[in-house]
């Protein structure tokens, strides 16, 4: 119990004057940039009249931004913030205990918000700027249906119209999120559909598929393009949804400034990585301004692992190919992630920020497999008090490996990770989990193939 009676509280929590009113966005600070994103049609840089056909205008110029270090977090969305923010950062004592380690465990915790993730904190700042554009709506993908939840919550808030394609394997497996989208007013079709000409290509193609993301971004945006007044939004990957991000790690360097904390390990899963990314970025800034020095860990699925197991080169967002294209760590556009995987996290992509310090060596990544991530998220709810979500268990099992490490070594590190968001909705795969039926996939070198074999066919990787 000694430890209880240190001096830094389980939650530090900001007052509402200490929250940051301005976004930070990393690549200002990067002196190489990311490639940049090209248009699908030329193969050449796009250009924000372009880029502004998909995504509405001060979005894409956010996107295309590489160089204002700080922008101005709208007083609309800062006030929508202050519903559910800030975010506790918790000391996880609990936790230490439990392990008997030396190190000190920190998490940021961005699950106390109805759609139990960080993805409002991006939804609410697109559908604010789609709004002010005077747009009818937007449209969107949703894999395990966070991002969907939190721009159904966005939108309902500004009075904006929803559309959501829903990967179908989970529109069957998680009727209840589908229900909680509905309730805020959104639109749902399980994808791919009939509704689009993408979407009845890809079904022509492969019967009976469950959909992956890139699917179902393919038919989001052709409804967004193919009707009047509505715009495409995306819930990860791209730069400007790192970039409203960013408020995680601004909020988390604030709280820990104020009691003198400095992380030695920074953990976050990486989906498409805009929570990591946007955890990261305060502290990323600091070590390419040779300001300070941290060790980052991305962790990713063993069955979808775009950073450890894929190439640096040019891919399409989307399987429809009709994204602009970006140059990331991918495992091919082509690439659908095994049925028995549970957890988000199954895109073929990385953001290109990350891609390119991860590329530079800035970064570390590792991959883990399901049932180990499952078993940590077990360890974690029993004693933090909190039902964490798959994709965050993998931050959980690392920030564990972590710890456990310390305790063999003797050293008193700090680590932090991002608890990302609570797993509610996740209950069919904690059952397979507590029923002992959860299995691990590992895609061989030979599937990997199939889709890196699409990355070669495009013009700009040969
Ligand atoms: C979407 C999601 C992720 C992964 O997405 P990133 O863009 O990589 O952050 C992680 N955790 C939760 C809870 C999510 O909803």
Redesign the pocket.
Known sequence: MAKTSEKIPYKIYLNESEMPKAWYNLRADMKHKPAPLLNPETMQPITLDELSAVFCRELAAQELDDTTPYIEIPSEVLDFYKMYRPAPLVRAYCLEEKLQTPAKIYYKF??NNTS????LNSAIAQAYYAKKQGLKGVTTET??G??GTALSMACAYLGLDCHVYMVKCSYEQKPFRREVMRTYGADVTPSPSETTAVGRKILAEHPGTSGSLGCAISEAVEAATSQEGYRYVL???LSQ?MLH?SVIGLETKIAMDKYGIKPDVII???????????LIAPFMGEKLRGEADYHFIAVEPASCPSLTRGRFAYDYCDTGKVCPLSKMYTLGSGFIPAANHSG??R?HGM?SILSHLYDEGLMEARSVEQTRVFQAAQGFARVEGILP?P??SHAIRVAIDEALKCKETGEEKTILFGL??TGYFDMVAYGKFNDGLMTDYIPSDEELATGFAGLDEIPVNK
């Not at 139990?116 to 993805?119: A, E, F, I, L, T």
């Not at 976050?268 to 946007?278: D, E, F, R, T």
Request: with cysteine; net charge negative.
């Open positions: 961005e699950g139990g993730s960080h993805k894999g395990a966070q991002w819930g990860s990957v949804v991000q976050g899963c990486a989906g498409g990585g805009s929570n990591l990314g946007g988000g996290l895109y953001s979500a994709e965050s990302t968001g």
